[in-house]
């Protein structure tokens, strides 16, 4: 289990991979996002698309799974308050196998609450043919290992 202290400027940390199928795709667009071109074949390919995609909010729930079983739950995590620039760049097609390149962007120590410290990741999805169809920087809150005595000026 890794610790705040673990995690430095420049890590790379691979995740397994994730295949995307259709019928998921579908189910996630009825449910989240039912635009026409997540829906339905026809629409799809007289969209922008030429065919049926995953919605964007699917790709970033995947790219989360992904983070959480290759990083999160390896680790002492406290959540997460948010995330940054979130762009996604091409689209996710059925039979698309994705996997995610995280990279440790920055760590900053608290200096309110030493027991934690907050790491910036800069996370790339990329499918089974390297490219990459979105990214992201997502903060994550970290345990310290060895707590550093409280900042009295805060």
Partial sequence: MRYFEDFLPGDVIETGSYMVSREE?????????????HLDEDAGRRSIFGG????GWHTASICH???VEGVINKSHSLGSP??????????VRPGDALHVRVEVHSTTPSRSKPDRG???FRL??????????????ATSLFVRRHP??????H
């Fill in 124 to 137: 790339e999805v990329r499918n089974q043919r390297g490219e990459t169809v979105m990214t992201e920087l």
């Fill in 82 to 91: 948010g995330l940054d620039e979130l762009r996604w760049l091409l689209p």
């Fill in 52 to 55: 049926i995609v995953a919605s």
């Fill in 148 to 153: 550093a005595p409280a900042d009295p000026t």
């Fill in 25 to 37: 795709i579908l189910s996630f667009a009825r449910q989240f996002d039912p635009q026409p071109f």
């Fill in 65 to 67: 799974r992904l983070l």
């Fill in 118 to 120: 907050a790491i910036k």
